[in-house]
């Protein structure tokens, strides 16, 4: 398309900052947020820039780049992106600008080693929305472990270590599983057809091809643990309320904005196009795990008092919607789920940003420490209604508009979990307004209250274009699923029963090398 | 062609002389000529080595071969004795160890490892085996009047006289089977139907392993590891656990390589069961460890255990892993080691693990190589220890062990554990002591290399990857 790597530049522009950030003097605080956010900013500007240069009729990969890295087992830095991990990059690129910004005032000690853990974490999150190559995925997938254990274990609560120990060793546990099927996929691979590679294409039209069933069950499982812990799916979220509670509110962004979002990005871009019939067999226990998710993370969300795991809870919960649409493998379902990942990631986030305003003025964040804050602070009371009302899915905010989608698509092929998922819906509305109420108008017990300063116009400015977002993508979402439809289209085509023909399977079975040109011919497009 | 064969070897023997009689003879001895006299000897040998890359010689039926194996290993010896004398400069000279002997013994230590590299002839074999143990024992008491070391230095005498005797016993297993002692003519004479005792064979290769098994600290010869490591002079901890480990495996990979094609023998039953047992025990007990010299004698032990992974098979992917592993672990094993060298004062150590408490905001630069290192350990990316680890799994994989790479990689979480205590507490928990920190610039100077590197063979592994993979035995 264009000469310049101009996804590279994305990725990596972040990782020179978080190098710049490390050579000035720590106590020049100000200057170090400055060239922070303005790396930052400038990475999402940049972002922006793909969504124009995006061609939105394709639904394969644009803006590819390939070099090779490790030649002798045949890694490549080989990156691009689709429609879904298009707008997942301008969401990571968005939340960390803001979450920078944010951070301002919320981090007064160690700030650089801060800002230079979030732009790392930032290019290691971009390189895995961006990676083609499964060995380059796996290492920025595990490579954002290492800021966000920092971020959570210096920057969190009181139990932050027990919190970020385990954040890591849950995932580390998981990303193992992973691994070893990546691994066990490559050398088949390379078995069948003497061909060493980490291409994700062309293991995955090995994959879906020439596996027998039940080594795809295994390797399933393995990318679906590793993804589902992620996520959360329950039962694997026990990491996640310790996480989110301890961290600090910028790393809640991250893990409740982004990080969540890379397992259901890992399950649409690896578990499911490699396991197609695996995966579609999947979607009653992933359904069902789902709506236990939703209505159990629902149920907890309501007699939580801290509001920080009120909204750790609902993040939890709504992200059961997301796996909901994504296995229901109809278009409307997948493209709400992709949506609804946009959604909840500004939602979750804006949430996480107000609790955090509150607690930056008081040190506090029970429920009922506060009161009538509609009086004292009608700013800040609006931007949460609206938040509040976008996250139970108000028709013309965003929220809607993907629990919509989902849930038509999910009707197609199940009634029942649908009107299961929906009383979700209810019940979410039922303790989030519940919260609101109590936040906004009870009077407080505490007169202090009642004095809390408006918002300042800072955190006016990182909470409007959150605001924004969530009007356009509830008004207007059609520039958003125009683009994202063409890569799902695709993705369903791919994932179709009998896409991969394999003429040559019985060459296959029989471990015989074939030549490479037989075998591409049955790769699409080829 | 004699002594161009034997030139390395001789270059690091004279200099071990050479330092010893600068320092009995010269009027004003200056401490760190003897350092770089020695460091001069090592680079030289280097070089020399570097030279004869890619130009196999056999000397004596093998009793001395040159290949690129032994080339490999040979530089692999002398680079990281070159780290050990720049990392372990100052601390000798404020424990007033300062001596000729101290570098003549390294020297002569180093010479010993680079003959277990390079020769087929199991008593050739034998004698690197000997050369390198006695420096050791009389390094792990070099710093005299402290009964741990004494006691580490003659428990570790005495269990590598022990095992050296079962090494012996094996060799004549192995003459009693064959009627030679050259691996290489073992396996040939097998391969052309020659009379040779299998049984004979089966208990000389099952000796063999053990007497090297004790070198390499595998489950269950490795007891003696933790006392040792804990007992001796840190420098020369770091010694035992880069270079004497290695050694041991250069010997095992030298022996079984040639050995197990050649008698259609497969013991790969017991690497299988000596893995798995290594690296488990290997990990659990670290995490149990309060004093780091300790937690890191059982890492070493655990790392052991991975590398013992591929060398269920031997192909020539398992041997460029394994060097590769070895590799990154004596890289962040060095570094490690270094650290724990800088957290002292004059001949006082801080070497229990709550004493890194806080050192990431009283000394940035060194935690941050600190957290680099025990990340390469744990084998997070994207440090060197990832890429080592990766390569190790996915020829373990490829040699069909799929369920030992599950076991490897289950260890490997349990590793991150208490690896990554040691970035907690330098990081997430207050300084309770006031713990001082001796840096010195050949130290920080090796840690910036070490660092570096960890950081680099983990982004471009690629170069040095289809080295140790295109040219290996040829």
Known sequence: MTDIPILSIIVFLPLLGAVCVSFIPGQNKPFIKLVAFLFSFITFLLSVSLFFLFNPSVGTFQFMEFVPWISSIGANYSIGIDGISLFLLMLTTFLTSIAILYSFRSIGSKVKEFMIFMLFLNTTMLGVFVSLDMLLFYLFWEAMLIPMYFLIGIWGGERRVYATMKFFLYTMFGSVLMLAAILYIYFMHQKATGISTFDLQSLLAYSTAYLPFKTRLFLFLGFAIAFAIKVPLFPFHTWLPDAYTEAPIPGNLLLAGILVKMGVYGFLRFAIPFFPEVSRDFFYPIGILAVIGIIYGALIAYVQKDMKKLIAYSSFSQVGFIMLGIFSFTDTGMTGGVLQMINHGLSISALFLLVGMLYDRTGKRGINDFGGLSGSMPVFSAFLLITILSSIGLPGLNGFVGEFLILLGVFKVNIALTAIASTGIILSAIYMLWMFQKVSYVTPADREVKKLPDLSLREILILVPIILMMFWLGLYPKPFLSRIEPSVKNLITVTAPGHFVAPVASQFLSDKKIPEKTFLKSLPGK | MFSYLFMPIIIVVFTGLLVLLYDVLAVNVRKEHLLFISLAGLIIST?????????????????????????????????????????????????????????????????????????????????????????????????????????????????????????????????????????????????????????????????????????????????????????????????????????????????????????????????????????????????????????????????????????????????????????????????????????????????????????????????????????????VPPTAGFMGKFYLFSVTVKNGFTGLVIAGLINSVLAAYYYLRIVYLMYMKEEKENVPVTLFPSLGVSLFILGIAAIYFGIFPSPIISLFKTTLFH
């Open chain 2, 47 to 379: 070089l020399y080595s570097a030279i004869l890359w890619g130009l196999p010689f056999s000397f004596m039926k093998g009793m001395l071969v040159s290949d690129n194996f032994s080339i490999i290993f040979s530089v692999f010896f002398l680079l990281s004795s070159a780290f050990i004398l720049l990392i372990s400069y100052t601390y000798l000279n404020d424990n007033n160890l300062n001596v000729g002997e101290y570098y003549a013994l390294v020297l002569f230590a180093t010479a010993g490892m680079m003959f277990m590299a390079s020769t087929f002839n199991l008593i050739v074999l034998y004698l690197g085996l000997e050369l390198l143990t006695l420096p050791l024992a009389i390094l792990i008491c070099f710093k005299k009047g402290r009964d741990f070391s004494h006691e580490a230095s003659l428990k570790f005498f005495i269990l590598s006289v022990f095992s050296s005797a079962f090494f012996l016993f094996g060799i004549a297993f192995m003459f009693g089977a064959a009627g030679t002692i050259n691996i290489a003519q073992v396996a040939g004479d097998f391969s052309t139907h020659a009379v040779i005792s299998l049984p004979y064979l089966l208990i000389s290769a099952g000796l063999l392993i053990l007497g090297l098994g004790f070198k390499i600290s595998s489950v269950p010869f490795h007891i003696w590891t933790p006392d040792v490591y804990h007992g001796a002079p840190t420098p020369v901890t770091a010694f035992l656990s880069a270079g004497a480990k290695v050694a041991g495996f250069a010997a095992l990979i030298r022996i079984f390589f040639y050995l197990f094609p050649g008698i259609h023998l497969s013991l790969t039953e017991v690497f299988i069961v000596l893995s798995v047992i290594t690296m488990t025990l290997g990990n659990i007990v670290a995490i149990a460890q309060r004093n780091i010299k300790r937690m890191l004698a059982y890492s070493s032990i655990a790392h052991s255990g991975y590398v013992l992974m591929v060398l269920t098979v031997f192909t020539p992917a398992s041997i460029s892993s394994a060097i590769f592993y070895l590799m990154v672990y004596v890289i962040a094993n060095l570094g490690a080691f270094g650290i724990v060298l800088a957290l002292r004062q004059k001949d006082r150590e801080y070497i229990d693990i709550m004493h890194f408490s806080g050192l990431a905001w009283k000394r940035p630069l060194l935690a941050g190589f600190m957290a680099i290192f025990m990340l390469s350990l744990a084998g």
